[in-house]
T-cell receptor, first 115, second 114 residues
Framework: AQSVTQLDSQVPVFEEAPVELRCNYS??????LFWYVQYPNQGLQLLLK????STLVKGINGFEAEFNKSQTSFHLRKPSVHISDTAEYFC????WGGGTDKLIFGTGTRLQVFP | ETGVTQSPTHLIKTRGQQVTLRCSSQ?????VSWYQQALGQGPQFIFQ???????GRGNFPPRFSGLQFPNYSSELNVNALELDDSALYLC?????????????FGPGTRLTVL
């Protein structure tokens, strides 16, 4: 079964600074990868996904991620963060099991943006 | 277009009780997936319903059960509640079962078991 490791539980950063949230997944022949954001008291919103094709994936709100098969990583980046980016970020990988495709989530990274 | 809605928002139960959580899927979506998110953890897949049939299940005991109705709304039922069942329960709807279909999440129901 697939698994996901988010290496940082919390990432503090100042406004307008760049940020990288790290995600590693267990190896597989083929894999689909996702980043979701969860604002306080809200459900998850899809930021971006890698299904195939270009390894650099652009998402909403200025975020992007790079799929690196050799390092089994899918790190999320933003060149300049805003206060409103403060949230919990989850990396997820697809996994077939129990009769269906499903998402396997990491434990999350809390991004705290300071003024 | 209405998004995914869940009710109730919060719920407090005691050990041994039973609970039913509800989810209305986004218009046109025929697939609903349920997740449990314990405090400080990522969501864990419970099961998925597609056209009123269970279409896959995660590592949860049989006391977690579900239903999907003809309008594709869904219920999650948990019997014999345990303290560890305290969590945020999320449902997500999608146009189909394949992973290519984006899952749209509701705001969740926070269940506290005392």
């Amino acid at each position: 079964a697939q698994s996901v490791t988010q290496l940082d539980s919390q990432v503090p950063v100042f406004e307008e600074a760049p940020v990288e949230l790290r995600c590693n997944y267990s190896s597989s022949v083929s894999v689909y990868l996702f980043w979701y954001v969860q604002y306080p008291n809200q459900g998850l919103q899809l930021l971006l996904k890698y299904l195939s094709g270009s390894t650099l994936v652009k998402g909403i709100n200025g975020f992007e991620a790079e799929f690196n098969k050799s390092q089994t990583s899918f790190h999320l980046r933003k060149p300049s963060v805003h206060i409103s980016d403060t949230a919990e970020y989850f990396c997820a990988v697809s996994d077939w099991g129990g009769g269906t495709d499903k998402l396997i989530f990491g434990t999350g990274t809390r991004l705290q943006v300071f003024p | 277009e209405t998004g995914v809605t869940q009710s109730p928002t919060h719920l407090i139960k005691t050990r041994g009780q039973q609970v039913t959580l509800r989810c209305s899927s986004q218009s046109g979506h025929n697939t609903v997936s349920w997740y449990q998110q314990a405090l400080g953890q990522g969501p864990q897949f419970i099961f998925q319903y597609y056209r009123e049939e269970e279409n896959g299940r995660g590592n949860f005991p049989p006391r977690f059960s579900g239903l999907q109705f003809p309008n594709y709304s869904s219920e999650l039922n948990v019997n014999a509640l345990e303290l560890d069942d305290s969590a945020l329960y999320l449902c997500a709807s999608s146009l189909g079962t394949g992973i290519y279909n984006e899952q749209f999440f509701g705001p969740g129901t926070r269940l506290t078991v005392l």
